[in-house]
């Protein structure tokens, strides 16, 4: 069964207060109980020291005896053990050292059979023994009528004459168990009505404290919802106090920043790639329709015939670079690394070059640390590199102008870059180059290329592991890359490993 957070750190929650606050009440009710017994006890001790006192102080054996005279002294503890039967409901019986037992109690105290259980003569030998060694006894005994509770203690004579005391008897009170849990039964109501208000609280504190909790993971979950409905505006807040819910809902956000941009940058490729189809599908198709129709003259035919086959390369240059990307991008293009010379590369891309370097009367200067530089990388991949920053350094330096590419191994690695004294590019365009469609300095680059050899160009670089990046960009432009050195000593003369591959 799924339940929701909120539902489920509730539960929790109120399991957890619960079991503290059930634990807590019985704790507290224990001890409460013991100590009120404690207290009653002692009552009922001081009551057995003030009969004791009686029984010493106005009675002495003999007249104990004389149960049926008529004495002040008698009633008086008639009197005391009548009151402590009505106050406490305990029966009191006082015993002399011989084992005779006289019981004082008002009438209603001899009607209650449950109190009067007078205990084994071998108890009562036990407690007489102990109390004649002074010692105050509390005990529980049971009787037929149920549990009771017997305070017992010595009572003693003073004698007048020699001012000695002596140990007469003992004095015992009884009660009925019954009657000292009375005194704690209201106990469990009052904790009872405490505990449930300080349930009560707990409960309203935890909804009020579950529900702050599970709140911003909500808003999260439906600015989640909202992402993925397509809303890339969509944000968690931030300002929860919680610092670890703060940083997960500043994570999201960043997470939706990302999308956001990538959602951004999409459209912005589709506006671009349209854009870029649209110019040269326009003058193509101008001009042919300008031909067809007549409107181009005879003798301009064939100028207009060459722009159309300009714009068609364009075309299909474009074409080619956008699937070149996207083949890149969706990871199709698996790497496969190989041992070259990648100095024989460079030879080799110029060669291909040759024509559009001469056109323009441009200076090649080759400058190799050595006369073989072997790398580890896609040769491929490599060479159309090298290509798009020489086809950029060719088209961006005017004629006359001079392109030097050097190599350099330093470490594990071969820094390559290419160099030219053309155009240059201007520090604000500089960190946008290696974005897609973009062109700097639109005066100068307008019609020139598509704005993607650079954004290839990083793409295989970053697959590599290895960067790309303009050291400069005053006075022409400096491009560097980095390779992996190659770990194989190639052949003196062999170009590559995958030579006419
Ligand atoms: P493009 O096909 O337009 O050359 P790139 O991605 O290769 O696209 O380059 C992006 C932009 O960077 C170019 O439009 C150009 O403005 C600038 N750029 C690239 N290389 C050079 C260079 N060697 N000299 C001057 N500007 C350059």
Redesign the pocket.
Known sequence: MKHRLFTQLLCVFLAVILLSVGVSYSLIYFHMRASRIEARVETLKSQANDVAWLAGNLLQEESLLRFGSDSVLREALYQKTGQIYSQYNAFTVIMTRSGRLYSYYSESALQDESLQHIPSAEELAGYMTRALQGEEIAVQTSSSSGPLFTVILPWTHVSVRTGSSTVMGIVMIQTAAQNIRATYSDLIWQLGIGALCVLMAAVALTFFLTRRLTKPLTAMEQAASALAQGDFTARAPEDNTSREIRSLAAAFNRMAGQLDGMEQSRRDFVANVSHELRSPVTSIQGFAQGILDGTVKEEDRAKYLSVIVDETHRLSRLIANLLNLSRMENDQVALALSDFDVNELVRRVLIARISAIEEKNLEIEPDFEAETCPVRADREQIQQVIL??L???V???PEGGKIRITTVTRGDTVYLT?R?N????LPE?AEH??DRF????KA??VG??????????KIIMEKHGQSIRLVS?QG??E?EITLKKSELRLPEKAADSSEEA
């Open positions: 798009n920053l086809d950029n350094a088209k961006y330096t290419v030219d053309g155009i240059g590019i365009d180059i290696f973009y062109k700097a300095d100068h680059t020139k290329g598509t704005g993607l050899g650079l954004a290839i160009c960009g022409g432009c491009f």
